[in-house]
């Protein structure tokens, strides 16, 4: 089967990652819109563009099923994504959601995925009467993607955004960014033993297999047919070693415009 995937940078490369595992020997289309990077501090207004085009963009490329690895878009722009593609779309927030088994949950994410309180609204729909924390963490993607992510810089900021979630005793923490994942490590040291960190992508990737599995009855579970395209809207140069660094291939990657619909430039 043939999956779409976006991000504005290397976010989705967490998700990726986890549905190879899970779904292997399939093809995958993964944007990451490195233009228009960081998503996480832009207006719903520019989401929602954002998503209209990227979901336009998809629309021509032949996919079977849509996977959003963006929280930030996940959180503002769902509909837009459904309503421009006619294939399942699967998303990160809704898929955490179901699986909350817990009472006080933490939730670490973009400025603009906090302010919509999607993660809260939707724990909530599944379990009433949890009790969720939403932090905000405007520093952690652009040094992510710097590659910044074992500094005295990154620890100060990962300190200050945890602080109220451990003061508020919680038992999970969701990390509600795909780019959240890949300072995963750091994160472990700072939060209490028995905090679970929740990344979204298994969620995900576990409704992918159960969906797969109802479509497709005998695939190869063999790695190596996984066939990987990348495409980002700027950055070319830079990108084939940001996915040698995070997912060991080192892939050709093409530049295109999303503004004109459906054409690769
Ligand atoms: N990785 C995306 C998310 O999950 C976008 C982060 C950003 O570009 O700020 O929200």
């Not at 996480?40 to 996977?67: C, H, P, R």
């Not at 710097?146 to 620890?155: K, L, R």
């Not at 579970?221 to 140069?237: A, P, R």
């Amino acid at each position: 089967m043939r999956f779409g995937l976006f991000d504005s940078g290397v976010g989705g490369f967490t998700v990726l990652k986890k549905i190879i595992e899970l779904c292997p020997n399939n093809s995958f289309i993964y944007l990451a819109d490195t233009a228009r990077l960081p998503y996480g501090v832009k207006t719903t207004n520019e989401i929602m563009k954002i998503a209209e085009e990227i979901s336009l963009w998809f629309s021509y490329q032949n996919i079977d099923a849509f996977l959003v690895a963006c929280n930030t878009t996940n959180a503002i722009a769902l509909d837009v994504i459904k309503k421009n593609l006619d294939v399942p779309v699967f998303d990160l927030i809704g898929s955490a959601a179901s699986t909350i088994k817990k009472s006080r949950i933490g939730v670490l994410a973009t400025p603009s995925t906090v302010k919509t309180k999607a993660y809260t609204n939707a724990i909530l729909e599944f379990k009433p009467k949890t009790f969720v924390i939403e932090q905000s963490c405007p520093e952690f993607v652009p040094m992510i993607e710097m590659d910044n992510i074992n500094s005295e810089e990154i620890c100060n900021a990962a300190y200050r955004y945890l602080q109220p979630l451990l003061k508020q005793k919680i038992h999970s923490l969701i990390l509600g960014c795909s780019h959240y994942p890949l300072i995963t490590p750091l994160l472990k040291q700072m939060v209490p033993s028995n905090v679970e960190l929740i990344d979204p992508a298994d969620a995900l990737s576990l409704k992918l297999k159960l969906f797969m599995d109802s479509k497709v009855s005998n695939y190869s579970k063999n790695k190596n047919l996984v066939d990987l395209k990348f495409y980002v809207t700027s950055n070319l140069e830079n990108f084939p070693n940001k996915a040698k660094h995070w997912l060991n291939v080192f892939p050709e990657v093409n530049l295109v415009s999303l503004q004109k619909k459906g054409c690769v430039s």
